[in-house]
């Protein structure tokens, strides 16, 4: 089964952006060393607990950094960016680094209203019409006949390309995933923070399947949370802080990724549902992900950490290669 990495780049309370990169990379070297298929960046705005704010220049230091593991972005948000744009940028990464970049593709702007109006200058073009159309343009761009237009001429993404982006689409609702099937694209469901049951989603992700010139039958990933430890209460403990994440979401005092000192003086008393899915010993933790492979009949595994130091992260993901 093979097993990827989904990096928000968070920010520690005392830490800097610089900090959070220095880390990402440090995770993105020990997953290529670990043997990893996939290492994802993910696309959030204006939010103090994460630095990962444009996928295509973390992409690009990531892959300069690493040797053989696939990059890509978990996802870039459509709805915030020109298509043309994000083609040719995702043409010249793989031009770059051929056959070693991703493109993963996400509906939610990743953003609250007004940071969404600072990326595209408008708030046009984010329905469920402009973002098939916007995908629809994409594929075309990033392949060999591109887009003819009415003017007579051929718009393509890069004038000479030897390959070209693996395309996913991103989603934690069943929209995504009937729109993927009808496309005929790879489908990760997004079950860190989805609320819906992942072995139905995927489902009807089978179900609206239509076969692609990429794709001729289904091919799935599911993403979820994960922290080990070598004691089921060391890793609750080392869990603190994405409960603390959890909260601060539903209350809207989103901070940086606090240390789990704090979070346990915070979290005291208080009963916090949410936060990492799978909490616990690295056999504990391998089990529920072999249940959730199981019941969702996934071809690939995506994992993500919520912690506070990278040292968390990195000792996470040995304990599930290993």
Known sequence: MPLSVLDLS???AGGTTSDAFTDTFALAG???DLG????WVAEHHNMPAVAATTPPVVIAAVAARTQ?????SGGVMLPNHSPYVVAEQFAALEAIHPGRIDLGIGRAPGADQVTAWALRRTQEGLGHEEFDEHLRLLRAWLSPTGVRTGMGTTLTATPAASSYPEIWLLGSSDYSARLAGRLGLRYCYAAHFGQLDPAGVLALYREAFVASAELDAP?????TSVITAPTDAEAQYLAGPSRVMWASLRTGRLGPVVSPEEAERQLAGQDVVGGTKLVGTPDAVRAGLEALVADTGAAELMVT???YDVATRIATLCDLAG
């Not at 990893?36 to 290492?39: E, I, N, P």
């Not at 053989?68 to 890509?72: H, P």
């Not at 091919?219 to 993403?223: D, I, L, T």
Request: glycine share 4%; net charge positive.
């Open 219 to 223: 091919y799935a990933m599911v993403c």
């Open 30 to 32: 020990a997953a290529d």
């Open 68 to 72: 053989r593991i696939r990059v890509g």
């Open 305 to 307: 950490s919520t912690a």
């Open 10 to 12: 968070p920010v520690r």
């Open 36 to 39: 990893l298929a996939r290492y």
